[in-house]
């Protein structure tokens, strides 16, 4: 795929390099209100970007700064379920390193699987499980972004969750971390499913957030991901999911999240 198009096309719209890249989950949405100075392009102008066509997920990218840092903020992420490859949903990932973006920032609404981890929590996540049955490196090896074989021993970068949990702990936001597991959806896990994840080690599960992950530590940049848990999974209880109650759920976590990746950006040296 060209990135140099979008890239080229991204720098002429937005000026200033961006520093922390941002991606905003089902829900999530409502932290691009606070960005100041915002440049807001949508993805069918961004050559390269294909759309996003899940309710609650706004199809922007959004250029500007947050608690005085320059950010790009994906308002609204693609997903392998829609249909679109591993190679398109992670897209934006190698356009943000090419635009020079140090920081990874992924949040998500996700299902819990630890009894312990109730719809509102945010879920610093120290790990993850790839169940959703395919690679985004799969393939030729894009060698301008990084080696063949990257090493995913610490994904989640060590530094910058002690930061995390240091930024909650000075806001009194609860956060607990955990290991998410990523399938392939869009339908949701059944209770076996949700007991096989649990017992192989996962904490949250969910449709998203992995291969961007896997795409953002092959281009090099530190990555940092938070699930918000919107629901117990059927480990807990007989009871439909349904993605409306998700994205009401994600609202019980929003003014906690947007606190605390404000105050990240300022921690973050």
Known sequence: MNYKEAVQYLKERCGAQPEFAIVLGSGLSS????????????????????????????GNLIFGNL??????????????????????????????????????LATNAAGSLNVKLQPGQIVLLEDHINFIGENPLHGPNKEEFGIRFPSLHEAYDIQLREIVKKSAIANDIPIEEGVYVAVAGPSFETKAECRMFATLGADV?????VPGVIVAIHSGLKVIAMSVVTNMSNI???????????????????ENLEKLISQILIDID
């Open 31 to 58: 932290l691009a209100d606070l960005i100041e100075d915002k440049i807001v392009i949508p993805y069918d102008e961004i050559p390269g970007f294909v759309q996003s066509t899940v309710k609650g997920h706004k």
């Open 205 to 209: 599960v969910g449709m998203s957030t």
């Open 236 to 254: 807990f209880h007989s009871n439909a999911h349904t993605h409306e109650d998700v994205q009401k759920a994600a609202e019980l976590a929003k």
């Open 67 to 104: 608690s005085g840092r320059r950010v790009v903020c994906q308002q609204g992420r693609f997903h392998y379920y829609e249909g679109w490859t591993l190679e398109e949903v992670t897209f934006p990932v190698r356009v943000f390193a090419k635009l020079g973006v140090k920081y990874y």
